[in-house]
């Protein structure tokens, strides 16, 4: 009955305040038996939040933690009671929600964003960029990278201009194209939107974000952007040769 992860009850309380597990579980529609479920999709979501937040990136981890006192009791069951979720259970879901089912997700986080605010700002700055992440087993979607000489996922995140989470997608570790950044942006810019429809947008971005069809929809859609320019191969070996007078 002993524990080291008591940090888990203070992320627990602020999960109650925010409900992150409800509004992704709302996302998804259960298949299973409500008469014969033991854990709803809002425990095992809320569960696997916790675990990564602990450090415990694994699924099997659940097999272990399942039993773990003070994981019960930051998901609101006795220390004694039943087990939570196992990684049989974890695996299941992960791999439940459709494509339908990821963009509801998305947009929950979106609003869930919206929500933190008091008063709706009348602009705000969305740093987008991808970031690479390393892997050591066979996961979907892995790629190998070259210039990180690893295999790895490599999602698009979103922060605003204060470093608050906006959203994130998750894909191969490759360079994302114009044409698949656009539908990301396009779905970010409508959620937003859909809460503050007079709020101003500015998107930020480095070089490989800078391409036609990223900044043709910007413009058809009145959203103000600042993305890094990479020069041309014979303007870039131009400025290495030259060298200023003194």
């Keep these: 009955m002993l524990s080291s992860n008591s940090g888990i009850l203070a992320l627990a309380e602020v999960e109650k305040r925010l409900r992150v597990a409800e509004r992704l579980a709302r996302c998804i529609d259960d298949p299973r038996c409500p008469g014969q479920t033991a854990h709803s999709l809002a425990d095992i979501i809320g569960f696997r939040m916790k675990m990564i937040a602990a450090g415990y990136e694994d699924g099997n981890d659940a097999n272990r933690l399942r039993s773990d006192p003070v994981f019960k009791m930051a998901q609101d069951a006795l220390p004694s009671g039943r087990d939570l979720a196992s990684q049989s259970m974890m695996c299941r879901l992960e791999n439940l929600p459709g494509v339908r089912e990821l963009v509801a997700m998305g947009r929950a986080m979106v ?8 008063q709706v700002p009348k602009r705000i700055v969305l740093d987008i960029d991808d970031t690479f992440d390393a892997v050591h087993g066979g996961q979907q979607l892995r790629l190998f990278n070259a210039h990180y000489d690893e295999y790895g996922f490599q999602p698009i995140v979103a922060f605003d201009g204060d470093g608050r ?8 570790a490759k360079r ?10 396009r779905r970010l810019v409508r959620a937003i939107r859909s809460n503050w429809p007079n709020t101003r947008i500015l998107i930020r971005a480095d070089g490989h974000y800078c391409s036609p069809p990223v900044i043709d929809w910007c413009r058809a859609n009145d ?5 890094g320019w990479r020069p041309p191969r014979r303007c870039a070996s131009m400025s290495r040769i030259w060298k200023p007078a003194r």
């Design 176 to 185: 994302p194209s114009g044409a698949e950044i656009r539908p990301h942006l």
């Design 165 to 172: 989470f906006v959203r994130a997608v998750l894909r191969p």
């Design 223 to 227: 959203v103000d952007f600042i993305a």
């Design 111 to 118: 609003d869930l964003y919206c929500a933190s605010f008091r």
